[in-house]
């Protein structure tokens, strides 16, 4: 999904070292603001990363939770062909169905339980659209940094489809990385953990994560305990590494969904604005000069129907961008 801000702000971000101590600090709750998407019926989305309190959580670098949205009110997803460097998408659907187009030449769709990944280092740019048979669109869009060895990979798709997996009373899909047994074969850049995980009413599950790992727990429907801290829908839980072990809790009386996200902490100092992700200021001002004179860096989608048939990049902010960085995790008492 393109940031579609009218103003997007430009931010530096950087992971910080997390405090040494004898056992992990807290749950960090990331409370979402709302951020409409395009005009007069914008789709609106919940943001979590980045924000002001936390910048990444390992290399997740972008958070957008939407829906359950009825197509009928809102007009659903229209978003014509856009850039993105540096960085991967991640694309997850609870319910509807997204039509991707992108310059590799990818057609595919995005349907609920079904990751696209899709890279887009050197330069990429995609369309997405939700289908005519789509009543409610619900999902999350998600973005990864790549790392300096890695940010000019060349364009790339990929497509999976993880079985569910019963854990204790938890049902958990990996689209990402490695848990409960199960392994993606999706090929990232850095260590990473992405998991769809619903919970029944009551139920309580501990998981074995990996402990360099930063985690994230973004609550989807209900309210979920993640290490004794309640998370309402829409909030991001930020843990800290130093944690092998993860206990989720629904004390509701409904089902709750969560997705899982973990990384080991990104050490690189990134810039973020827009669609783009590079390392300097002047790098964003020659991406977005590149795509405005539509340079070979982005390539073309073809068969968007829409209008316009791509996005024209929003105006650069006055000031260059300051430091952005996390706070440090400071370690329980």
Do not use: K
């Not at 995609?126 to 999902?139: A, M, Y």
């Not at 409960?180 to 953990?193: E, M, Y």
């Amino acid at each position: 999904m393109s940031n579609a801000e009218t103003r997007p702000a430009e931010l530096r971000c950087a992971a910080q070292q997390t405090a040494t101590g004898s056992r992990p600090a807290g749950v960090e709750i990331l409370t979402p603001r709302d951020v409409p998407l395009g005009g007069p019926r914008a789709m609106t989305v919940r943001r979590t990363l980045p924000q002001r309190a936390r910048s990444l959580i390992g290399a997740w670098c972008f958070a957008d939770h939407y829906g359950p949205d009825d197509v009928a009110r809102t007009g659903g997803m229209d978003v014509a062909p856009h850039p993105h460097t540096g960085l991967g998408t991640v694309s997850w659907l609870f319910t509807g169905e997204i039509e991707h187009r992108d310059s590799l030449g990818t057609h595919a769709m995005v349907r609920p339980g079904e990751l696209n990944l899709m890279t887009g280092g050197h330069g990429i740019c995609h369309s997405e659209v939700s289908t005519p048979r789509t009543t409610v669109l619900h999902g999350v869009q998600l973005w990864v940094a790549l790392p300096e060895a890695h940010r000019d990979a060349p364009r790339d798709f990929q497509h999976y489809v993880p079985t569910p997996v019963a854990h204790g009373e938890a049902t958990v899909r990996v689209f990402l990385g490695d848990l409960c047994g199960q392994s993606s074969p999706v090929r990232v850049f850095t260590p990473l953990l992405g998991a769809e995980i619903t919970l029944p009413a009551g139920a309580r599950v501990t998981l074995d994560v990996e402990g360099s790992f930063e985690h994230g727990v973004l609550v989807d429907t209900g309210t979920v305990t993640a290490e004794g801290t309640a998370l309402q829908n829409g909030e991001l839980g930020y843990l800290p590494p130093g944690r092998p072990h993860l206990t989720l809790a629904n004390d509701g009386s409904a089902p709750a969904r969560l997705v899982l996200l973990g990384g080991e902490p990104f050490g690189e100092e990134i810039v973020m604005w827009w669609n783009f992700v590079g390392r300097s200021h002047d790098e964003i001002v020659r991406f977005r000069e590149d795509w405005q004179h539509e340079s070979d860096r982005f390539g073309r989608v073809e068969g968007y129907e829409g209008t316009p048939q791509r996005l024209p990049a929003p105006t650069l902010p006055n000031a260059r961008i300051t430091p952005r960085r996390n706070p440090a995790s400071r370690s329980a008492d």
